[in-house]
């Protein structure tokens, strides 16, 4: 399963993943039934989630039926538990909209909620991050998760953020880390092999593999990096009940 799931998420375009992976996945997630997990986004549970990776495959990973990921499991137990998202209605841009989020913030924010993307399918604008179309002082919430390592410009694209939030606005700017971490962030544009760049990057479309600068890189844009130890509240078990990693650090940057 693990080479299968790997195969497919290494050489098949997310577009197309977003589009028709849903229906094989819940099938699939019909052998996998138990109580032992739990996805706090669609509430399903399981004995486990199903591997996800694109070489070394991690265990306990993918739900079933929403296809969330640890990092959207632990954003979307932050989002309830530490900010008003749930609470009020918001004006909401989101980048590279996840299938497990879309319905679920659209409902809570109607067509306050904006998903936007260069190509996804499942996004209602298409746009560039570096170039934001909308006015300043437009947005309550942002969402970047996983996005702003493989943009040419991540700085320019903070930047376009921050002027779109409004004052004492925030947004969530989640980036993978690749082992061993480097100090700096890493970037070299000249490297176009496709397995060199996967070797290097973690994956062959990153541009650059982020390191413990991270929080200076958000603070160039002028917004205010706070790194959120949300993870850690958990315990061991909880963490593994919900399928989140105990290690991931919620990366939150408020337009102060």
Same mark, same amino acid.
């Given at each position: 399963?693990? $080479?299968?799931?790997?195969?497919?998420?290494?050489?098949?375009?997310?577009?197309?993943?977003?589009?028709?992976?849903?229906?094989?996945?819940?099938?699939?997630?019909?052998?996998? @039934?138990?109580? +032992?997990?739990?996805?706090?986004?669609?509430?399903?549970?399981?004995?486990?989630?199903?591997?996800?990776?694109?070489?070394?495959?991690?265990?306990?990973?993918?739900?079933?039926?929403?296809?969330?990921?640890?990092?959207?499991?632990?954003?979307?137990?932050?989002? $309830?538990?530490?900010?008003?998202?749930?609470?009020? +209605?918001?004006?909401?841009?989101?980048?590279?909209?996840?299938?497990?989020?879309?319905?679920?913030?659209?409902?809570?924010?109607?067509?306050?909620?904006?998903?936007?993307?260069?190509?996804?399918?499942?996004?209602?604008?298409?746009?560039?991050?570096?170039?934001?179309?909308?006015?300043?002082?437009?947005?309550?919430?942002?969402?970047?998760?996983?996005?702003?390592?493989?943009?040419?410009?991540?700085?320019?694209?903070?930047?376009?953020?921050?002027?779109?939030?409004?004052?004492?606005?925030?947004?969530?700017?989640?980036?993978?880390?690749? @082992?061993?971490?480097?100090?700096?962030?890493?970037?070299?544009?000249?490297?176009?092999?496709?397995?060199?760049?996967?070797?290097?990057?973690?994956?062959?479309?990153?541009?650059?593999?982020?390191?413990?600068?991270?929080?200076?890189?958000?603070?160039? @844009?002028?917004?205010?990096?706070?790194?959120?130890?949300?993870?850690?509240?958990?315990? +061991?078990?909880?963490?593994?009940?919900?399928?989140?990693?105990?290690?991931?650090?919620?990366?939150?940057?408020?337009?102060?």
């Amino acid at each position: 399963m693990k $080479k299968i799931i790997g195969w497919v998420v290494r050489f098949v375009p997310r577009k197309y993943l977003q589009l028709f992976t849903g229906v094989g996945l819940k099938v699939l997630g019909i052998f996998y @039934s138990g109580s +032992k997990v739990k996805c706090p986004i669609c509430n399903h549970q399981y004995k486990k989630f199903l591997p996800y990776g694109r070489i070394n495959a991690r265990e306990n990973a993918l739900c079933p039926n929403c296809l969330s990921l640890e990092r959207h499991r632990l954003m979307w137990l932050y989002l $309830k538990g530490n900010t008003n998202f749930f609470s009020e +209605k918001l004006n909401v841009l989101h980048f590279a909209p996840e299938p497990c989020f879309i319905n679920r913030f659209e409902k809570q924010h109607g067509n306050k909620y904006i998903t936007a993307d260069i190509e996804s399918p499942l996004a209602k604008v298409k746009m560039d991050i570096h170039q934001i179309p909308f006015e300043e002082n437009h947005f309550d919430v942002v969402l970047c998760n996983h996005v702003l390592e493989h943009v040419k410009d991540d700085i320019t694209a903070m930047r376009e953020i921050h002027r779109v939030l409004k004052p004492n606005a925030w947004a969530i700017l989640q980036v993978p880390f690749f @082992s061993p971490i480097p100090e700096k962030t890493f970037e070299d544009n000249s490297i176009i092999d496709k397995r060199e760049r996967e070797r290097i990057f973690g994956q062959d479309d990153h541009v650059r593999k982020y390191g413990k600068d991270y929080v200076q890189r958000i603070a160039q @844009s002028g917004l205010k990096p706070l790194e959120e130890k949300f993870s850690e509240t958990f315990t +061991k078990e909880q963490a593994y009940h919900f399928g989140i990693s105990r290690a991931e650090v919620i990366y939150k940057a408020v337009k102060a």
